[in-house]
C-alpha cells in the first residue's frame, strides 16, 4: 500500500473518529494499525492534521471579519502618499480634505463605499495603518554654519514665550545646503517660521551675506500674508549686525536673538530646518548659482503645499512622571485653518487666502516638486562641483 492509498484510508475514517468516544477511537485505531501498517501514535498525528485542515470544522473566517478591506487601505495610502508620507497623527484631521480636493480635480479612483469607511476611520486606526506602510529613514546629517557676531549686544535676547505670540512674530533662521563640508561657496535657504499659525516661508540665496540675507528678508515681509512685527534668530552674524538693524527700523520689524548655543529658544524654525527643508531638498551639496532660481521656484510650490495641506501640532502641557515626560497635545491643525481660526487676522487677509486654497490640489503640488527636485538635482550634476 503507498503512502498515498494510507492518506486516504486514514481520511475516510476521520468523520467517524471525531464523533467516536474515547473506547470507540481505541477500536478504530486497532482497525487502522492493522490496515495501513503504520505505528499508532503517527495514526493519531495524521489525523490531527487532517482535522486542523478541514474546512468543514474549522473556517477560515474565523475571528471577527475584516472591515478594512484592501480597497480601504489602497484609499488610504493614495491619502499617505499625497500628504508625502505623513505620521498617521497629522494625517487623520486632513484625510477627508485630501479626498473632496481630489474628487473635485477627477483624481479619485476609489468606490463610495471604501470612500466612506476611510473617512469614518479613526485617528488609532489610522496610525496603526499608515504604521504598516513602508517609511524611508532619513539619510545624513546638516552641519551648523552658526558664526557668532561680533556685534552681538546691539539686538536685545529673548528666551521668549512663544505661547501667546501674534501673527508676525516670525522665527528665522538659515540652513546650509553644504553636503559633508562647509569649505567653499554653496547655496542658503532662509527658512522663516511665524511662531501663532506656523506659516512658513522658504528662500533660497547665494551664501549668508548680511545683503543676501536682508534682500531674503524683504522677500518673506512681501509675502507675508499678515504684518511681519518682529524677527527672532540666533546669533549668526548674518543676522546680527547694523545692515539688520537699520531695516528693522525701516520697516517697523522689531528684532530679538537667542542665546549663544541655545537652539530651543528658536524652536520653531529650528525643527522645521529637518521637517520641511531637510525632507523635501536632502542634504546634497549645492555649490553653483545655477541652482538658486530653480530651488526658489520649487519653495514657492513647496509654500504652498506645507502652508496649506501639512499639518503640525502644539504641545499643550508636558507634565515630568518620574524620569519621563507625558505630552498632550492639540489636535493637528495646517498653518492655513490656524489662520482661518485666528481672531486677530483681518478678514480680507482670511479671504484671499480662501480663494487661493480653494484652486489647489495637494497631489498636483507635490508632482510639481517632484519634477523641480529633480531638475534641482540635473543642474547640481551638470555645473556643479563633486559632492564633498
Known amino acids: 500500500m503507498t503512502m498515498a492509498t494510507k492518506h486516504e484510508v486514514i481520511k475516510d475514517a476521520l468523520e467517524v473518529y471525531l464523533k467516536a468516544t474515547r473506547k470507540e477511537k481505541g477500536v478504530i485505531l486497532d482497525r487502522l494499525e492493522k490496515t495501513v501498517h503504520m505505528h499508532r501514535k503517527a495514526i493519531i498525528r495524521r489525523l490531527k492534521v487532517l482535522q486542523t485542515r478541514r474546512t468543514n470544522f474549522v473556517s477560515d473566517d474565523r475571528g471577527r471579519p475584516t472591515y478594512y478591506t484592501a480597497d480601504v487601505i489602497a484609499g488610504l495610502k493614495d491619502i499617505w502618499d499625497t500628504s508625502n508620507r505623513l505620521c498617521g497623527e497629522l494625517l487623520h484631521p486632513v484625510i477627508s480634505e485630501y479626498v473632496g480636493i481630489l474628487k473635485r480635480d477627477k483624481m479619485w479612483t476609489h468606490s463610495d463605499i471604501a470612500t466612506g469607511k476611510l473617512l469614518a476611520m479613526s485617528e488609532m486606526t489610522v496610525k496603526r495603518k499608515v504604521g504598516k506602510f513602508e517609511h524611508t529613514k532619513r539619510k545624513g546629517q546638516g552641519f551648523s554654519s552658526t558664526s557668532p557676531s561680533s556685534v552681538k549686544t546691539i539686538i536685545p535676547i529673548s528666551v521668549g514665550e512663544w505661547k501667546d505670540a501674534n501673527p508676525g512674530v516670525l522665527q528665522v533662521d538659515t540652513v546650509a545646503h553644504c553636503g559633508s563640508s562647509l569649505r567653499g561657496d554653496f547655496v542658503y535657504t532662509l527658512n522663516a517660521t511665524d511662531v501663532s499659525t506656523f506659516w512658513n516661508t522658504l528662500r533660497a540665496q547665494w551664501n549668508k551675506g548680511q545683503e543676501a540675507t536682508r534682500v531674503s528678508e524683504e522677500y518673506v515681509r512681501e509675502h507675508l500674508p499678515f504684518p511681519f512685527i518682529r ?20 520697516n517697523k520689524v522689531s528684532l530679538t536673538r537667542s542665546r549663544p548655543y541655545k537652539k530651543n529658544d528658536n524652536p520653531n524654525v529650528e525643527e522645521r530646518n529637518g521637517h520641511i527643508v531637510r525632507k523635501y531638498v536632502g542634504y546634497i551639496r ?22 496649506h495641506f501639512i499639518p503640525s501640532r502644539k504641545t499643550i502641557e508636558n507634565v515630568r512622571v518620574g524620569a519621563r515626560y507625558k505630552r498632550t497635545y492639540e489636535k493637528a491643525r495646517t498653518p492655513y485653518q490656524r489662520v482661518m481660526n485666528h481672531p486677530n487676522i483681518s478678514e480680507e487677509t482670511k479671504n484671499k487666502l480662501r480663494l487661493e486654497h480653494n484652486e489647489l490640489n495637494p497631489a498636483k503640488l507635490l508632482q510639481k516638486i517632484e519634477k523641480l527636485r529633480t531638475k534641482l538635482y540635473d543642474i547640481q550634476r551638470k555645473h556643479g562641483g563633486p559632492q564633498i
Open 286 to 307: 549645492l555649490d553653483c548659482k545655477e541652482t538658486v532660481p530653480i530651488l526658489n521656484d520649487l519653495f514657492k510650490v513647496l509654500n504652498l503645499y506645507t502652508n
Open 231 to 250: 524677527r527672532h534668530t540666533d546669533t549668526g552674524s548674518e543676522f546680527v549686525n547694523y545692515h539688520a538693524v537699520e531695516w528693522g527700523c525701516d
